[in-house]
């Protein structure tokens, strides 16, 4: 789909930002299209290191948290994890599990079953604990929106304790919301209305994270651990695709700087049969080729294995697990291009596109690819989308939006047909009543505000930049950026009648576009496409056209050129 071009106005004394801090005018403005602003918040963004992070003491019932785990510890109480099963759930539990046993804690962990279990804890999983004389339940990347599922635990003379990063749950009187806090002995989770945490998107690993860096300190405990745990956190929080600023940015920082000299056996085996070079590791690598296979085990059978290959220290059995691991991603690979061509057949064959919000009912899908399948529907009609199938009792559905549309928020109005639900502005998850399918339809589109300008996406152009002025210096330096991903996105760069010299499509696949393009002073540059497919069009010789790029180094045959990554082009 063709994009919306649109160029930045953010105005700030770029000439001054680049003389102090040593860089080109082209880096100070896209850090001001960050909103970046300030010389405390652009030092932390360019040179912000561990001791940055802000104090966790300042995160609601942090504190409170630790005096009742440590006291837990020393009464030799059983204390049971309950997380999620997808990346950043198999991390929190990764770091609560292995800080908890340093601090000498009986502990153990629970991963629910997506098919058996759904998301989060429930009452089953509290009765389990119950009959297994569990005294304390820490919950990690859910629990937020358990409200009778805590408030059964404490009846059951359970202590619990909720960690988590999703949003509150609230109800709205006469226009004033109402959050709906979990009746917890403590509930740690950075958005909560009264905590005074400076910083609000840690992914549920960060919250994790942040509770046991602050038992190792009641505990005096070796912080050499915390280095392998922020790996960790690293990991999370690419692969939740949270946003990448502030601290987040920090620790991935960090995190793929120091996953080369990992300790941990199993990340080491797993990026080695995945292809991946250790040493050179980015959030890329995280994001689509080591996050899919953790989470491929939550999806098509059970997490514990993607936290067992991480506990794993033996090297022959963790390669042997890791193997597994990518077996089931590439089954589930084959599942999500099945179901997407189903649903696009269903959107195209039904006129669904009249609708703004779509609603897919996929019922023999299998339920853990629901979300990817609806991101790849939202990418394709750009139009929030939802994917539903059926499950152990009703239906089941993940969505994925876009910018101006909360899902959370909307689904929030829907919640008198949906037997559970919860997520963020852009994801949520949800269960409901299969006969309830298209009344939710109908309300979300009765509620949608989405305008024909809202369902065009959009392409925000940093800096419009001749090609001529883009050097292996900047190059060079728009890796001070990194590393990039939501909230931070790659940036991006434009320039106009640029005349075509050859254009071919390249590739075993065929899906490159490889163009040698001439400007106006006759410098010639050489740019590629990836990712075309052989409906989309081809610039011809001899014309002339706008492009959307990004500028790269390409090697060789180890001779190092410069060479433009194109987005999009027009004529």
């Given at each position: 789909?063709?994009?919306?071009?649109?160029?930045?106005?953010?105005?700030?004394d770029f000439k001054g930002i680049a003389g102090k801090y040593g860089i080109d005018q082209v880096i100070a403005r896209i850090i001001r299209n960050r909103d970046i602003c300030g010389d405390a918040a652009i030092d932390m963004y360019l040179n912000g290191d561990i001791n940055d992070m802000h104090n966790p003491e300042s995160m609601k019932d942090a504190v409170l948290s630790v005096d009742i785990i440590t006291q837990k510890i020393k009464?030799?109480?059983?204390?049971?994890?309950?997380g999620d099963y997808d990346i950043d759930g198999i991390c929190s539990i990764y770091i609560l599990y292995k800080g908890l046993m340093a601090a000498g804690a009986d502990v153990d962990y629970v991963v629910p079953h997506r098919i058996n279990d759904g998301y989060g804890i429930n009452e089953h999983l509290i009765d389990n604990a119950i009959n297994e004389e569990i005294d304390t339940i820490i919950t990690c990347d859910n629990g937020i929106a358990a409200y009778n599922q805590v408030k059964y635990a404490k009846e059951n003379g359970l202590t619990v304790i909720v960690t988590d990063h999703h949003d509150v749950p609230f109800d709205e009187v006469n226009g004033v919301k109402e959050y709906r806090v979990p009746p917890a002995d403590a509930v740690v989770n950075p958005k909560?209305?009264?905590?005074?945490?400076?910083?609000?998107?840690?992914?549920?690993?960060?919250v994790a994270y942040k509770l046991i860096s602050l038992i190792y300190e009641r505990l005096r405990l070796d912080t050499k651990d915390m280095e392998e745990y922020r790996e960790f956190m690293a990991i999370a929080t690419v692969g939740d695709i949270v946003d990448l600023i502030?601290?987040?940015?920090?620790?991935?920082?960090?995190?793929?700087?120091?996953?080369?000299h990992t300790v941990n056996t199993g990340l080491k085996a797993l990026a080695e049969e995945c292809g991946v070079d250790i040493n050179n590791i980015s959030s890329y690598h995280i994001g689509f080729v080591i996050g899919p296979c953790l989470n491929a085990s939550g999806r098509l059978?059970?997490?514990?294995?993607?936290?067992?290959?991480?506990?794993?220290?033996?090297?022959?059995?963790a390669h042997n697990?890791?193997?597994?691991?990518?077996?089931?991603?590439?089954?589930?690979?084959?599942?999500?291009?099945?179901?997407?061509?189903?649903?696009?057949?269903?959107?195209?064959?039904?006129?669904m596109l009249k609708d703004r919000v779509l609603v897919i009912y996929l019922p023999d899908c299998h339920e853990s690819i629901a979300g990817i399948i609806a991101g790849r529907i939202k990418e394709r009609y750009y139009r929030p989308t939802f994917v539903i199938t059926n499950?152990?009792?009703?239906?089941?559905?993940s969505g994925r939006s876009i910018e101006g549309y909360n899902m959370y928020e909307e689904i929030n109005k829907c919640k008198n047909v949906l037997t559970k639900y919860g997520g963020h502005p852009m994801a949520a998850g949800l269960s409901l009543e299969t006969a309830d399918i298209d009344v939710f339809r109908q309300m979300l589109n009765d509620n949608a505000t989405l305008d024909d300008s809202d369902l065009i996406p959009k392409t925000w152009i940093d800096v419009p930049m001749p090609v001529g002025y883009a050097s292996m210096g900047l190059v060079g330096q728009l890796k001070l950026l990194e590393p990039f991903g939501k909230g931070n996105e790659k940036p991006v760069f434009a320039d106009r009648d640029l005349y075509v010299k050859t254009a071919s499509i390249i590739g075993k696949n065929r899906n490159v576009l490889k163009m040698q393009l001439e400007t106006k002073e006759g410098y010639i540059v050489q740019a590629v496409q990836f990712g075309i497919s052989d409906k989309d069009p081809v610039p011809k010789a001899g014309s002339r056209i706008l492009i959307v790029y990004y500028p790269d180094i390409n090697v060789y045959n180890g001779v190092s050129s410069l060479q433009i990554i194109i987005k999009e082009w027009k004529e």
């Open positions: 789909m063709r994009s919306d071009w649109r160029v930045y106005a953010k105005r700030a009464d030799k109480c059983k204390i049971r994890i309950i909560q209305e009264d905590c005074q945490y400076p910083f609000k998107l840690l992914c549920g690993a960060g502030d601290e987040n940015r920090v620790v991935v920082k960090y995190g793929l700087k120091h996953i080369a059978d059970t997490a514990r294995k993607a936290i067992e290959l991480m506990l794993c220290k033996n090297t022959e059995e697990m890791a193997r597994e691991l990518i077996t089931l991603n590439t089954e589930r690979k084959q599942m999500t291009e099945d179901e997407t061509a189903k649903a696009i057949e269903l959107v195209e064959k039904n006129d499950a152990e009792e009703g239906a089941k559905g």
